[in-house]
C-alpha cells in the first residue's frame, strides 16, 4: 500500500535524522526531493505545491534550525500536515434519527461498488447494526443477480422485488421494505457508467431526492489515481458527497489519490479497500496512514484487527497453556490460523513501527499452507505430544502432506523455538496468577 511514496519519503527523512545540524539549505533540497517524491506518485500538482509550501513555512518559521534534534522536528511536521493533507481527523458515517438510513453508493462502472456495498454490509452487521441491500442498476446485465449472489454468501438479506423495473421504482420499494421489516440501514447500489454523462447524473440528482440519503459515497479505484479525483469533483458538483471509499488500496504503491481527493473536492476518505475478501474493508484514519506511509507504523488498527480475529476465551486458555508449558501442536497450529484472519502478512507488517521499510523481506504465504498441511497429517497424539514424533513416524507425516522430511525437521525445530519463547515470556510476564 503507497510503497513507492512510503520508500522515497522514509529514505529523505532518515537522512534528514542524520544529520547534527540542519541548514536552511538542507530543507530546501529535502523539499526538491519530497516534491519529486509526491508528484511521481501522482498527487495534483497544486496540491503539491500548496504541502511544500506550508511544510517550508512551518520548518523555518518553528525554528528547526536551532532545535536539538532538527531532524525529528521537521519529520513531525511532515507527518501532520500529511496528515492535514489526507484528511485531519477521521469521518465516521452518519445515522439517521428515524431509521432506516439510506447509504447512497455512487460511481463509475469498474470501481468494485457492489461488491463494495457487500462488504460495506458486512462491516455494519460485525458492528451491531442491520442493514439491507438493494440494487437499481436495471441496465447493466446480471447486475442485480451480483448484489444478490453476495447477499447469499454473506447471509446479509438484499432486497429481490423483479417487479419492480425502474431504478427509480427498486428503490422507493427497497425503502418501504426496509422500513416495514426493522432493518436500521439501507445500502442502494446504484448504476455505473463508464464515464461521467448527463443520464447518469440526472438519475442520481432524482434518486437522492426521493430516498433523501444520509450518506452518499463515491467508490473510486486508487489505483486511477487522478481519474479517481477528477470523477469525485464531477460527482461531488452533482451531488454533494458526503464521502470517498478507495477500493484496491493495497495494490496502488503511488498513492496519488488518497493524498488528492481532500484537498481537491473537500470530502473525506471514510472507508478503504485492502483485499478481495469481503471483510477486507476498515475505516479510514488519517493519522495511522501517514504512520504507515512514513514508516511509523499503525498499532492502534494492528490491535483492533487482533481484537476483532482473536476469541478472548481461546486467548485465556492459551496463556494458562503457555503457563503450564502445554503449548501443542494443535495450539501452534490454531495460533497459525488465527494470525492468517488478520490479513496478509505483508500489511501487518506495515503496521509494526519500522518494520515497513523491510521491503525485500520475502513472504510467502504458500509457506503457511505447507505448515498447517504437515500439522494436520499428523495423528492427534503426536499434534499433543511432540516426542513421539521419531524418524520413520517424520516419513509418514511428510507422505501423507506431501513436503520433504527436511521440511517436517524445520516445523518441528520451529515449534520448540516457538514453545521455548513462549514459556520464558510466561515467566516474565504472566507471573504466577492469571487475571480473572
Known amino acids: 500500500m503507497l510503497e513507492n511514496l512510503s520508500t522515497k519519503l522514509q529514505k529523505v527523512l532518515k ?6 545540524r540542519i541548514s536552511e539549505q538542507h530543507i530546501d533540497e529535502s523539499m526538491r526531493e519530497i516534491r519529486v517524491a509526491l508528484l511521481e506518485a501522482d498527487v495534483n500538482f497544486k496540491v503539491v505545491k500548496d504541502f511544500i509550501s506550508r511544510v517550508r513555512e512551518k520548518a523555518l518559521g518553528q525554528e528547526v534550525l536551532r532545535s536539538l534534534t532538527p531532524g525529528q522536528h521537521l519529520v513531525k511536521i511532515v507527518r501532520d500536515e500529511l496528515v492535514e493533507l489526507l484528511g485531519g481527523s477521521s469521518q465516521g458515517l452518519h445515522f439517521a434519527m428515524l431509521p432506516p438510513t439510506v447509504i447512497l453508493m455512487v460511481g463509475l462502472q469498474g470501481s468494485g461498488k457492489t461488491t463494495t456495498t457487500g462488504k460495506l ?3 455494519l452487521r460485525s458492528k451491531g447494526r442491520r442493514p439491507a441491500m438493494v440494487s437499481t442498476d436495471v441496465y447493466r446485465p446480471a ?30 420499494r427497497s425503502l418501504n421494505y426496509a422500513r416495514n421489516t426493522g432493518f436500521d440501514v439501507l445500502l442502494v447500489d446504484t448504476a455505473g457508467r463508464l464515464h461521467i454523462d ?7 440528482e432524482q434518486m437522492k431526492s426521493l430516498l433523501q440519503p444520509r450518506e452518499i459515497l463515491l467508490v473510486a479505484d486508487a489505483m486511477t489515481g487522478q481519474d479517481a479525483v477528477n470523477s469525485a469533483a464531477d460527482f461531488n458538483r452533482r451531488l454533494d458527497l458526503s464521502g470517498v471509499i478507495l477500493t484496491k488500496m493495497d495494490g496502488d504503491a503511488r498513492g496519488g489519490a488518497a493524498l488528492s481527493i481532500k484537498a481537491i473536492t473537500g ?5 478503504i479497500g485492502v ?6 474493508i476498515e475505516p479510514f484514519h488519517p493519522d495511522r496512514m501517514a504512520g504507515r506511509i512514513l514508516g511509523m507504523g499503525d498499532v492502534l488498527s494492528l490491535i483492533e484487527k487482533a481484537e476483532a480475529a482473536v476469541d478472548e476465551k481461546q486467548a485465556r486458555e492459551l496463556l494458562e497453556k503457555m503457563r503450564k508449558d502445554e503449548f501443542t501442536l494443535e495450539d501452534f497450529r490454531d495460533q497459525l490460523r488465527q494470525i492468517r484472519k488478520l490479513g496478509p502478512l505483508e500489511n501487518l507488517l506495515s503496521m509494526i513501527p519500522g518494520m515497513g521499510q523491510l521491503k525485500n523481506v520475502a513472504i510467502d504465504e504458500k ?6 498441511a504437515i500439522i494436520n497429517s499428523m495423528t492427534p497424539g503426536e499434534r499433543l505430544n511432540h516426542r513421539l514424533i521419531n524418524g520413520s513416524r517424520r516419513k509418514r507425516i511428510a507422505r501423507g502432506s506431501g513436503r520433504p522430511v527436511s521440511e517436517v525437521n524445520r516445523l ?5 523455538q516457538a514453545r521455548d519463547m513462549m514459556k520464558s515470556a510466561s515467566k516474565r510476564f504472566l507471573g504466577k496468577r492469571l487475571p480473572r
Open 267 to 271: 470530502k473525506s476518505i471514510k472507508f
Open 412 to 416: 518441528l525445530k520451529q515449534y520448540m
Open 275 to 280: 483485499g478481495e475478501k469481503y471483510d477486507a
Open 121 to 123: 454490509a458486512l462491516w
Open 15 to 20: 537522512d534528514l535524522k542524520g544529520e547534527g
Open 143 to 172: 447486475a442485480i443477480e451480483q448484489l444478490s449472489v453476495i447477499g447469499r454468501a454473506l447471509d446479509l438479506p438484499v432486497f429481490e422485488d423483479v417487479s419492480a423495473k425502474t431504478a427509480l421504482e427498486r428503490a422507493q
Open 367 to 372: 509457506e503457511l499452507n505447507h505448515i498447517e
Open 198 to 204: 448527463e443520464e447518469l447524473m440526472l438519475e442520481l
